[in-house]
């Protein structure tokens, strides 16, 4: 026991002496801005989910996997994974009377690419008005005038309500993504029946606070 009670004393130990050394967060603007960092984490690793329903949505009316993953994935580019699914989906939609739901479930795709790109590319702080600030480097970049500072950076703001109503576009599009790749087998006469209920057109949310 004595023995024991000595190796645990020296573990904890090593982890108190680790905890004083390691490195400091990276993330700390987002210390009292907890529930808005972990919504912001879901949009931007759920995209990649999308992303897979995507693909299943193209794969499914093709018959085959190989071609769309192929396309969509052999280079690393969101906008044209977008770009090659609708390529290869679009027409076999059409052609079993889906191709208007096909188009709409691309719409809404590319509006969660535009959500989910300025929360990867776009830099944060808390300017301490209340709510998560955030801003493009590339608008400061762009200017023909030198920059001495980033005093000139345009913060943009985002709350819980408003990254709320973007995670349940999130959720609408995984069901358009669906709902199309069901009814599409079933009108293929592959799937009995479509096991989903269509799902009801949701409007877009705004992209940051006015």
């Known amino acids: 026991?004595?023995?024991?009670?000595?190796?645990?004393?020296?573990?904890?130990?090593?982890?108190?002496?680790?905890?004083?050394?390691?490195?400091?967060?990276?993330?700390?603007?987002?210390?009292?801005?907890?529930?808005?960092?972990?919504?912001?984490?879901r949009l931007l690793t759920g995209y990649a989910n999308l992303e897979v329903g995507l693909l299943n949505c193209v794969h499914m009316v093709l018959g085959e996997l190989d071609t769309p993953l192929r396309a969509m994935f052999k280079i690393r580019s969101e906008s044209r994974r977008i770009k090659e699914a609708v390529k290869l989906g679009q027409r076999p939609y059409n052609a079993l009377g889906l191709g208007t739901d096909f188009q709409r479930a691309i719409a809404a795709m590319r509006y969660c690419l535009l959500i989910r790109n300025q929360y990867s590319h776009w830099v944060w702080w808390n300017d301490y008005s209340g709510k998560i600030a955030f801003a493009n480097l590339e608008d400061v970049a762009l200017r023909k005038s030198t920059v001495k500072d980033l005093r000139r950076l345009q913060p943009h703001h985002v709350d819980a309500t408003l990254l709320s109503s973007q995670e349940a576009y999130f959720a609408y599009t995984d069901q358009c993504l669906a709902w199309v790749n069901y009814e599409g087998r079933r009108r293929a006469g592959s799937l009995a029946r479509n096991p989903l209920t269509k799902p009801k057109r949701l409007k877009k949310p705004d992209l940051r606070l006015p």
């Open 1 to 41: 026991m004595a023995a024991f009670a000595k190796k645990l004393a020296t573990e904890i130990g090593d982890k108190l002496a680790y905890m004083g050394t390691a490195p400091r967060p990276i993330l700390t603007q987002f210390h009292g801005f907890a529930v808005e960092g972990e919504m912001i984490g």
